[in-house]
């Protein structure tokens, strides 16, 4: 079982940057594209960001785009998101996830929230005005 815990969330200014990380255990990691969603109140589980196994290629919503950067590091089971440029409206709390090895090779895949079978208990970011 691949275990993911995630760190780094806290509150911010609009405008501001804030990094969190996701830690995996359990599993060999670079077996796993991951990805990073988010859930506000009263909204749906959204797919932010997403990264191939050995992290050469990424998905981004529109939303983020250009403001967020998904990274990995293989060697310490690690996956980052960097949020630049914070919005009132990024503020949610954030899931590290990933889908099984077998959805994990493809872009196709791993794009899609609905592949996503691990789950981290998510770290709040909240953005103010």
């Known amino acids: 079982q691949l275990q993911l815990v995630e760190s780094g969330g806290g509150l911010v200014q609009a405008g501001g940057s804030l990094r969190i990380s996701c830690a995996a255990s359990g599993r060999t990691f670079n077996l796993y594209a991951m990805g990073w969603f988010r859930q506000a109140p009263g909204k749906e589980r959204e797919l932010v960001a997403a990264i191939s196994r050995s992290g050469g290629s990424r998905y981004y919503a529109d939303s983020v785009k250009g403001r967020f950067t998904i990274s990995r590091d293989n060697a310490k089971n690690t996956v980052y998101l960097q949020m630049n440029s914070l919005k009132p409206e990024d503020t949610a709390v954030y899931y590290c996830?990933?889908?099984?090895?077998?959805?994990?090779?493809?872009?196709?895949?791993?794009?899609?929230?609905?592949?996503?079978?691990?789950w981290g208990q998510g770290t709040q970011v909240t953005v103010s005005s």
């Open positions: 996830a990933a889908p099984p090895p077998q959805r994990s090779a493809n872009y196709a895949d791993y794009s899609r929230k609905n592949v996503y079978d691990y």
